[in-house]
Structure formats: structure tokens, C-alpha cells
């Protein structure tokens, strides 16, 4: 279990080091997340973007990181292509959103001609370094999956489990998200809960301890398992959290940093490689950590 961020890093600064390719970086923030990746020791950059823009805001942020690999490119359909490439050639590990649109990004990336798509879908996890809690918690989907059936609710999952196995977890528990603990006809998020604790019981679902439906108090808190006599292997010590929609998901994860003022760092998985994928309101703290957290996960 990774209780917060800075834990995360050193655990990052043990791997071999990554590259991160990104997609047009001209923006401070993301400027600044590069400029301390690099002095961190976790990641050097490659990038993909309007090189003019890219030298004016180097010299105007004093920044000196290293550039791996510069690719002049006007318009973001050409970089998100470019940046792509820089992992394909094997220039750099870990794909990076820019200033772009997440559209242009995906189409890159899921584009066949690269060969980085998998039978998976792309899915979205929002990492909170959640102090009340005392641990990271990763919250699936907020940003990617509109309304997903229970087939794609299984695979979101499945890919969030898979993320934590490459962060050093055995046997992660992931809590299936509703309003209420009981399976209600009229609540068909809950019926889908159900289904998807049965699914992992029976070895569709694998590596991870399944249980749902669970209130969020439920998935966090001890305290309130015990209040309420909640079943199942998870008394409220979720690690994953599994959202049944993506404005429950994207509210969350947002409340973390808006109410709670507290840090968070996204990323997309089902490619062959892991994309930091923030939003665009995201701190250059935030983006640093999605870079770890990515580059973590992008494995040796």
C-alpha cells in the first residue's frame, strides 16, 4: 500500500528511468512539471509541439532540462501523431497530453498503424492522495467512459487492478461504488455491483478482492463497516474505487482538489503503454505526480 505521493516517488526513483513523450507542451505548468521531473531523477523529456513556443517559454521559465528529442509540429493532430511515434521508435516510454484536445490524443494512440491498442478499452483513474485515509486512492473512470455497460465496467476494472499489481500490490481491494449497500431493481448500478462481486468470485475478474454495492463511507471507513455490519472483504480499506458513472467519478476526483485541497494526478491505461492524462485546470504538482505515477507503472 503507497500512503501518499511522496512514497510514490522514491518507490519511482528505484526503476530505471523513464522518457515521457508530450504532446504539444506549451503551457508553464506542464513546462514546470518537466523542469522537476528532471531534477527528481524519474523522467527527461521528448517533445512533440511548435518548437519556437517550446524555446520562448524554456528561456522565459529558466528551465535546463534536457530534451531528448524535439519534434517541430504546428498543429496538435501533428504532435499527438509525433509524440506517438517518439514511443514507437522507442525514444520514450510513457506517453504525455499536452495543450491538446484528449480527442486528438486518443485517436493518436489508438490509431492501428501504431500497433499500441490492446482488446482493452482505454479507461481513465484518477490517483488522491487521501490523508483522512492514510493511503492512495484510485478512483476509475472519471474522465474516459461515458456511461459504461457492465462488460466495459469489468474491464475498467480489471485494468485499475493491473495498475496497482505494477505498483507493487499483491492483492488489491476495489470497492464497487452506489448510493446504498443493498441490490435495489430501481438502482441499476447496484445490480451491476452485485454482478461484477460475482464475476471476481468466479475468476472473471482476477487479482484483486471484489465487493459491491458499497456506499463510499463504506469503502473508507472502518468506523462505519462496523456501524452498519457491512459484509464482504472490504471494511471500509478500499484501494480502488470503481464509479458507476463518469460525472460520479469526475465529481470526486475533483472535489479532491477544489474542497478538499488536496493532491491528485490522472492517467490512462488499456494502451500498451500508460498516458498521463490530466485535466487542463491541473497544477504543474498534479502533472509531475501523473508523471510518476505513469512512468511507475510503464514497468522496466
Not at 135 to 149: C, E, G, H, K
Request: proline fraction near 5%; hydrophobic fraction near 50%.
Amino acid at each position: 500500500m503507497l500512503k501518499d505521493f511522496n512514497e510514490l516517488i522514491q518507490r519511482v526513483k528505484g526503476s530505471p528511468k523513464k522518457t515521457v513523450a508530450v504532446a504539444v507542451p506549451e503551457s508553464r505548468d506542464i513546462m514546470l512539471a518537466l523542469q522537476r521531473a528532471h531534477e527528481e531523477g524519474i523522467a527527461e523529456a521528448a517533445l512533440a509541439g511548435d518548437r519556437e513556443k517550446i524555446e520562448q517559454l524554456r528561456r522565459e521559465l529558466k528551465l535546463d532540462f534536457p530534451i531528448k528529442a524535439l519534434v517541430d509540429a504546428k498543429d496538435e493532430q501533428t504532435a499527438a501523431q509525433e509524440a506517438v511515434k517518439l514511443i514507437v521508435s522507442g525514444q520514450a516510454q510513457v506517453l504525455m497530453k499536452g495543450n491538446l484536445h484528449t480527442s486528438s490524443i486518443l485517436s493518436a494512440l489508438l490509431n492501428k498503424e501504431y500497433g499500441l491498442r490492446t482488446e482493452r478499452p482505454i479507461s481513465h483513474v484518477f490517483i488522491l492522495e487521501a490523508k483522512p485515509c492514510g493511503r492512495l486512492l484510485f478512483v476509475t473512470d472519471s474522465a474516459v467512459n461515458i456511461a459504461p455497460d457492465l462488460e466495459r465496467k469489468k474491464m475498467i476494472l480489471q485494468n485499475a487492478i493491473d495498475l496497482l499489481h505494477t505498483l507493487g500490490y499483491a492483492r488489491p481491494k476495489a470497492a464497487v461504488l452506489a448510493a446504498v449497500e443493498d441490490v435495489k431493481d430501481k438502482m441499476p448500478v447496484t445490480v451491476d455491483a452485485a454482478k461484477l462481486t460475482q464475476m471476481a468470485l468466479a475468476g472473471e475478474i482476477t487479482g484483486a478482492d471484489v465487493f459491491g454495492p458499497l456506499a463510499l463511507d463504506d469503502a473508507l471507513s472502518p468506523w462505519v463497516c462496523a456501524e452498519k455490519i457491512i459484509p464482504g472483504p472490504i471494511q471500509g480499506d478500499a484501494d480502488i474505487l470503481l464509479v458507476p458513472t463518469i460525472e460520479a467519478g469526475n465529481m470526486l476526483s475533483k472535489a479532491q482538489m477544489f474542497i478538499a485541497d488536496g493532491a491528485l494526478a490522472g492517467i490512462a491505461l488499456g494502451a500498451k503503454i500508460p498516458m498521463v492524462l490530466n485535466s487542463r485546470a491541473d497544477t504543474p504538482a498534479n502533472r509531475f505526480y501523473a508523471m510518476a505515477v505513469a512512468c511507475l507503472a510503464a514497468g522496466k
